[in-house]
């Protein structure tokens, strides 16, 4: 009877000792799965994030060139701003020049004017 006890216990032995090594296997397989299905997930959001920060780059490189533009329109409006004031003062000193010769000339032809009695 020992000796039957002492096989089933050692077939018992072999046989949990064989189940672990083939759960082990069988872990590993499960968790290289996991990390395959997992790296696989992380690539992606990385991905996407990247997507999504080339699309705001994209984005923000847009409304710097807007804004750009929006600036150039607005620095030619107020060139063409300067320019006509310009032409205004100039053209008000040419008209206040006039008028001063004029009345120079008006003050340096003293007509007198004789009346009688």
Same mark, same amino acid.
């Given at each position: 009877? &020992?000796?039957?006890?002492?096989?089933?216990?050692?077939?018992?032995?072999?046989?949990?000792?064989?189940?672990?090594?083939?759960?082990?296997?069988?872990?590993?397989?499960?968790?290289?799965?996991?990390?395959?299905?997992?790296?696989?997930? #992380?690539?992606?959001?990385?991905? &996407?994030?990247?997507?999504?920060?080339?699309?705001?780059? &994209?984005?923000?490189?847009?409304? *710097?060139? &807007?804004?750009?533009?929006?600036?150039?329109?607005?620095? #030619?409006?107020?060139?063409?701003?300067?320019?006509? #004031?310009?032409?205004? *003062?100039?053209?008000?000193?040419?008209?206040?020049?006039?008028?001063?010769?004029?009345?120079?000339?008006? *003050?340096?032809?003293?007509?007198?004017?004789?009346?009688?009695?």
């Amino acid at each position: 009877m &020992e000796y039957t006890m002492s096989f089933i216990l050692g077939v018992l032995s072999v046989m949990l000792g064989f189940s672990s090594v083939i759960l082990a296997i069988y872990l590993t397989k499960r968790t290289d799965e996991l990390i395959k299905t997992e790296d696989q997930r #992380a690539k992606m959001i990385i991905d &996407e994030g990247d997507k999504r920060t080339q699309q705001m780059i &994209e984005h923000t490189q847009q409304m *710097i060139d &807007e804004g750009n533009k929006r600036a150039q329109q607005i620095l #030619a409006q107020m060139q063409k701003s300067i320019e006509l #004031a310009q032409q205004m *003062i100039d053209d008000g000193r040419r008209e206040f020049r006039e008028l001063i010769e004029r009345m120079d000339r008006r *003050i340096s032809q003293q007509t007198y004017i004789v009346k009688d009695k």
